[in-house]
């Protein structure tokens, strides 16, 4: 059976989204809108990321999702900013459940691709050296980085 094991790109993306998701939410308490920009920048590095070379394929469509998630809300975002809601805290509309339904997904596929990814590191070589009385002693192991 072929061992797990995510690859650097894919952790690294997971690291971005999961900062800028954080700060995303403190953004919120302050105004929804304000989450604007957190989600345009979560869009181009899922984007982005879709294309790094040595990615697998299961990654590669985490990454789609997670885009093609992070651009309907906003989307959405922007749609709120054109209306006459502005704090989905006090009404309940379509619009402000739609938002609140696809910001709990994408914390999911982000908490169920990224820390997966952190435990399942890929492999590399690493050696270690010791010398004693004019003997040179070498010990390779494997490692997860």
Request: aromatic fraction near 4%.
């Amino acid at each position: 059976m072929k061992k797990l094991y995510s690859t650097k790109p894919n952790r690294n993306a997971g690291r971005v989204n999961a900062l800028s998701e954080v700060t995303g939410c403190a953004l919120k308490a302050i105004n929804p809108v304000a989450e604007l920009p957190i989600k345009v920048a979560q869009t181009i590095n899922s984007g982005f990321h879709i294309f790094m070379p040595g990615m697998k394929p299961h990654e590669r469509a985490l990454q789609s999702i997670m885009s093609i998630l992070a651009l309907a809300q906003s989307a959405l975002l922007t749609a709120l900013l054109f209306t006459e809601e502005e704090d989905c805290g006090e009404t309940r509309s379509d619009l402000c459940k739609t938002i609140l339904v696809l910001g709990l997904v994408y914390q999911g596929l982000l908490a169920a691709g990224w820390g997966p990814g952190e435990i399942f590191k890929d492999e590399c070589v690493a050696g270690t050296v010791n010398v004693n009385d004019n003997t040179l002693n070498v010990h390779v192991t494997t490692l997860h980085v």
